[in-house]
């Protein structure tokens, strides 16, 4: 009984890359694009969607991330990727914010993230809630700090589904004066 060769695995004699490796060349292509711009990397995804793949780079600053920022790192981003011509198949390649309620993933999503509201849902419940939004006190490699109504809390990160900031409305301080 033959196997159908998985398309984003590596195999011998073939050019395809892994979904990984692929990410993380194009993470090493960013790094000095943003550096030239004062921007920092959030996250890069190689993913498929319907019948096509996505190439999408993540980038953040202090003070919030432009359409020109998105264009600028777009172009560069897009002829090193060509020059480099690391990946086969057929993409579409997306640079963008990731946005205000953006996805805590990583270990550093989360310590750059303390202080903030984050909505939480869970795989198993914790003190008989699997979903609540919580301020952010602490994160690491096996865990995460809250704070809710309730009081403290600790989170095993492998309990977490789903993390995100929360999109808190900021009054307008020039209102106000």
Known sequence: MGSVPNPLLFIPG?????KTEIEERTKELLIPILEQSELELWDVEYVKEGQDMYLRAYIDKKEGVTIDD???????LDAEL??????KDAYILEVSS?????????????TRSVGKLIEVKLYQPVNG?????AKLLAGDD???????EQGELTIE????AKARLCYVEQEDEQAEE
Not at 70 to 76: E, G, I, N
Not at 82 to 87: E, G, N, S
Not at 101 to 110: A, I, M, Q, S
Request: glycine fraction near 2%; include cysteine; aromatic fraction near 6%.
């Open 98 to 110: 990731p946005g205000l309620t953006r996805p805590l993933k990583k270990t550093v999503d989360f």
């Open 14 to 18: 073939d050019e395809r890359l892994k």
């Open 142 to 148: 096996e865990e995460i700090r809250v704070e809710t």
């Open 129 to 133: 809630s699997k979903e609540f939004e």
């Open 70 to 76: 998105c264009v600028t790192v777009s172009r560069a």
């Open 157 to 160: 990160r492998s309990n977490i």
């Open 82 to 87: 060509d020059r480099k011509d690391f990946i």
